[in-house]
C-alpha cells in the first residue's frame, strides 16, 4: 500500500480531526502518499480528492466537527455509485482506504473492499458508542462530558426552584450517553432503549419522593427511548404538582473541542489503521478493548447495544435514592 485515502462518513464527532492528523502523518512517515476525500463517500463519487501534507492537518488536533466534512451518501449504496467511486481511486492510484465513522459507513467499505479488492480499515467515529468490538469510540467522551455540563447547569435551576427536569440525550437507538451523563450528574431516573421502562414504578418512585419533600428530580432520558415530552406528559397528569419542565440537549452533543480521551483514542488508531495497511491486517475496524488494539472484520463491526450490566442501573437506583 502506498497511496492511501482518507475520509470521514456520517455524522460527525469530535475527535475525527484527531484521527485524520494521525493517519495523515503515520502513512507520511512511512513514505505514503496521503489524499483526504471530502464529504464521505459523496467526495469518492464526484472526485473530490486532495492531496494531504504533514501541514494540511496542523493546529486541528482540537477542533470538533471534520476537515473532511461528512455526509450520508445514499448513491454509495448502489453498485454503481461504488464502481464509480473505485474508478476515481483507480485514477489516482490510491490503493488503500482508512473510513472514519459508524457501522453504515463499514457496511459501505465492506462491500467496496469485496467488489474491487482494495484493502479498507474503519475507524469507529461516532457519538453514540454503538458498534461492537470497542470498548470507546471517538466522540463519545467529549459528547457525554458536554452532557454532563449541560445537566450540572440545569440543575442549579432545578435546585433554586424545587422543579422536576426531563433532559433528552442523544444516541439513536443507544442508550450510553444517557447512562454514563445520568450517573455522573447523580440524575435521579435514567431511561434507555436497552431496558424497558416502568412508567408505573418511575411516577410511583416520584410520587413517594413528594411524600418525603423531595422535589428536586432530574430525569435523563436517551433519545432512543420514548421522548422526554412524552414522559413529561405523563408526569404532569399524573402528578400535576411537580413543577415540570423538559430540555432536549439536541446537536450541542455533537460539537466541541475534543477531550482528551478522544484525541488519545483517535491518534491510537489512527495511527493503527496505517499500521494494519502496511502490515496486511486488512478489512478490519480498529477499536480498543480493556486498552489494548483490537480488530474486526468490517463485516462485524455492526450495530451493537453492547449489554448494559445489570449493577449500572442498581448503581443509579442505591446512590439517587
Ligand atoms: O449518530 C449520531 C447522532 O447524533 C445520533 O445521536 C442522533 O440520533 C443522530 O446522529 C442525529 O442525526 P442528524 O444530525 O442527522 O439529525
Known amino acids: 500500500v502506498t497511496k492511501i485515502g482518507v475520509l470521514t462518513s456520517g455524522g460527525d464527532a469530535p475527535g475525527m480531526n484527531a484521527a485524520i492528523r494521525a493517519v495523515v502523518r503515520t502513512g507520511i512517515y512511512n513514505g505514503m502518499e496521503v489524499f483526504g ?48 467511486a473505485y474508478g476515481n481511486l483507480k485514477k489516482l492510484g490510491i490503493n488503500g482506504l482508512v473510513i472514519i465513522g459508524g457501522d453504515g459507513s463499514f457496511r459501505g467499505a465492506h462491500k467496496l473492499s469485496e467488489e474491487f479488492d482494495i484493502p479498507c480499515i ?11 468490538g470497542t470498548d470507546f469510540t471517538i466522540g463519545f467522551d467529549t459528547a457525554v462530558n458536554t452532557a454532563v455540563e449541560a445537566i450540572d447547569k440545569i440543575r442549579d435551576t432545578a435546585d433554586a426552584h424545587d422543579r422536576l427536569f426531563i433532559i433528552e440525550v442523544m444516541g439513536r437507538d443507544a442508550g450510553y450517553i444517557a447512562l454514563h451523563s445520568g450517573i455522573a450528574t447523580g440524575a435521579e431516573n435514567i431511561l434507555i432503549p436497552e431496558r424497558k421502562t416502568d412508567i408505573e414504578e418511575l411516577v410511583n418512585g416520584l410520587l413517594e419522593k413528594e411524600r418525603r419533600r423531595k422535589l428536586v428530580n432530574i430525569i435523563v432520558v436517551a433519545e432512543g427511548d420514548r421522548g422526554a415530552e412524552d414522559v413529561a406528559d405523563i408526569i404532569k397528569e399524573r402528578i400535576p404538582s411537580a413543577d415540570t419542565r423538559v430540555c432536549v440537549l439536541g446537536h450541542i452533543q455533537r460539537g466541541g473541542a475534543p477531550t482528551c480521551m478522544d484525541r488519545l483514542i483517535a491518534s ?11 502490515e496486511g491486517r486488512h478489512n478490519v475496524m480498529i477499536g480498543i478493548v480493556n486498552n489494548k488494539m483490537h480488530y474486526t472484520p468490517l463485516e462485524k463491526a455492526v450495530k451493537a447495544k453492547q449489554k448494559i450490566s445489570d449493577d449500572w442501573l442498581k448503581i443509579v437506583k442505591i446512590l439517587a435514592s
Open 122 to 132: 474503519g475507524l469507529p467515529g461516532t457519538i453514540d458508542k454503538d458498534i461492537a
Open 37 to 84: 476525500i471530502m464529504r464521505g463517500y459523496s467526495g469518492m463519487i464526484d472526485n473530490d480528492i486532495v492531496p494531504m501534507h504533514s501541514r494540511s492537518v496542523a493546529n486541528i488536533i482540537q477542533r470538533g466537527g471534520t476537515i473532511l466534512k461528512t455526509a450520508r451518501c445514499k448513491e454509495f449504496f448502489e453498485y454503481e455509485g461504488r464502481k464509480k
Open 268 to 278: 491510537r488508531m489512527g495511527y493503527s489503521a496505517v499500521e494494519s495497511l502496511i
